[in-house]
């Protein structure tokens, strides 16, 4: 008996050992923020912390067209999707919060944490579902974080000025192996005229490799959205890649998600070292309504009668245990609803 439990121990001490040293292999080769917090997050962490320039950016990137592959054409994404992303701080969001079975009790508990740190402060199971969040951002300071364009997004409930989510957004970028079983689903076109007109907008966003095998190989470069969570002595970092929407081609809402792209993921940063997480990400997200997009119609005017609609997926080993519902509308489409003139 106690050889088989001595044999049992050291199988178990060794495939721990095994998942730790997977887990941290597959962390560092993706760039994530160093950035990590006291015992306390809260809303005003970016300035406190002394990370910031003074300056605010409007929203979660600059531009959409940095993320662009020859799979993945921005411009093809509905005007409101792009503006959300490109001038975030113009919408009023909310988010309806629902905790899956089997994961209610935890969270429960883990809400009296998150909500004295001011971070990941999402309702309870059996608190109100549904809250408003208030958005501002502000400038990383360049050589805090070697990540690019980093910006700080603070979302605050209104209602008591609490921080919800305080998180740092940033991109980088990565070759993947069209071969790879990860990206195996995805189309990669070939630029068929001299100018390239229908394929890749960068040249070297695929190189072919004959020395590799008769067919060569390719590899893409891709940008990837990468997130930043600080917690107390740590961060929570997800990077996600962009899709158009069921890797439709001519969809016009868009995925995000830890599934797809080989330096995507979620990963827990600690002073010792960095690992992945057998958790998954998904952000499906689409206009609320004009989902046609506007090809020979004013895309500003689609813009503000299309809010968004995001669904926030998290998974736990294969299992969903948090899904999240947003709503976006821009301040100055509610403005003009609100200020129409009356029939009566």
């Not at 050291?10 to 993706?30: E, F, G």
């Not at 005007?79 to 992303?85: C, E, G, L, S």
């Not at 010792?272 to 004013?298: C, I």
């Amino acid at each position: 008996m106690r050889r088989r439990f001595r044999a049992l121990a050291v199988v178990s001490i060794a495939l721990v050992s095994w998942l730790l040293v997977r887990a941290r292999h597959r962390a560092a080769a993706v760039p994530l923020s160093p950035v990590t917090a006291g015992r306390y997050v809260g809303p005003d962490f970016p300035e406190r912390a002394g990370l910031t320039t003074g300056e605010a950016p409007d929203g979660e990137m600059d531009d959409m067209a940095h993320y662009a592959r020859p799979d993945f054409d921005p411009e093809r994404v509905h005007p409101a999707i792009r503006d959300f992303y490109e001038e975030t701080a113009a919408y009023r969001m909310t988010g309806t919060v629902t905790w899956h079975r089997g994961f209610r009790l935890g969270a429960a508990l883990a809400a009296r944490l998150t909500s004295a740190i001011e971070q990941l402060n999402l309702p309870g199971p059996f608190e109100s579902s549904t809250i408003a969040l208030e958005s501002r951002f502000a400038t990383i300071r360049a050589g805090v974080d070697p990540r690019e364009d980093v910006r700080a997004w603070v979302r605050t409930n209104p209602e008591t000025d609490e921080a919800v989510f305080v998180a740092l957004y940033g991109s980088h970028t990565g070759e993947s192996d069209a071969s790879s079983s990860r990206i195996a689903h995805e189309r990669f076109v070939n630029g068929a005229g001299p100018d390239g007109s229908a394929g890749s907008r960068n040249a070297e966003r695929f190189v072919n490799d004959a020395a590799r095998g008769s067919a060569g190989s390719r590899t893409a470069t891709e940008r990837y959205v990468n997130v930043a969570v600080p917690i107390p002595w740590g961060n929570v970092s997800t990077a996600l890649h962009i899709a158009h929407a069921g890797g439709d081609p001519d969809a016009t809402g868009i995925d995000l998600t830890t599934r797809a792209g080989e330096l995507s993921g979620l990963y827990l940063v600690t002073p010792l070292s960095a690992f992945a997480l057998p958790v998954e990400q998904r952000f499906a997200v689409r206009p609320d309504k004009g989902a046609n997009h506007p090809a020979d119609g004013d895309a500003t005017e689609a813009r503000n009668e299309a809010g968004i609609v995001a669904t926030q997926t998290m998974r736990l080993c294969g299992v969903p245990f948090l899904t999240i519902e947003y709503d976006a509308v821009r301040d100055d489409a509610t403005a003009a609803v609100d200020d129409a003139p009356s029939d009566q």
